[in-house]
């Protein structure tokens, strides 16, 4: 049973910093790819972030210059840092995660319970 959780939210103020974190565990897998999406109160739920296993990685354009995603695959962790925070990047933040499972040969995706991010102006 693989478990995606996420930390590192928070409240800060208009300019501040946060690092998100996603830790997975519970089975022996590769991170394929990994990504992080918001939502807002009364909005539809959008991408942030992702990287391939390659390193490839896509930004919204709202977050471009500001968000940086990044992995450790030895931690089975992916971040977002997230600087020069703005009162429209208040949010829950989810990770999501692309899994090969070792064991069945199995290209799995999950989701995390989300963290909440408000920022203040």
């Known amino acids: 049973q693989v478990q995606v959780v996420e930390s590192g939210g928070g409240l800060v103020q208009s300019g501040g910093s946060l690092r998100l974190s996603c830790a997975a565990s519970?089975?022996?897998?590769?991170?394929?790819?990994m990504g992080w999406y918001r939502q807002a109160p009364g909005k539809q739920r959008e991408l942030v972030a992702t990287m391939t296993s390659t390193g490839r990685t896509n930004y919204a354009d709202s977050v471009k210059g500001r968000f940086t995603i990044s992995g450790d695959n030895a931690k089975n962790t992916v971040y977002l840092q997230m600087n020069s925070l703005k009162p429209e990047d208040t949010a829950v933040y989810y990770c999501?995660?692309?899994?090969?499972?070792?064991?069945?040969?199995?290209?799995?995706?999950?989701w995390g319970q989300g963290t909440q991010v408000t920022v203040s102006s």
């Open positions: 519970g089975s022996v897998f590769i991170i394929n790819s």
């Open positions: 999501n995660l692309d899994l090969y499972m070792v064991h069945i040969r199995t290209l799995n995706n999950y």
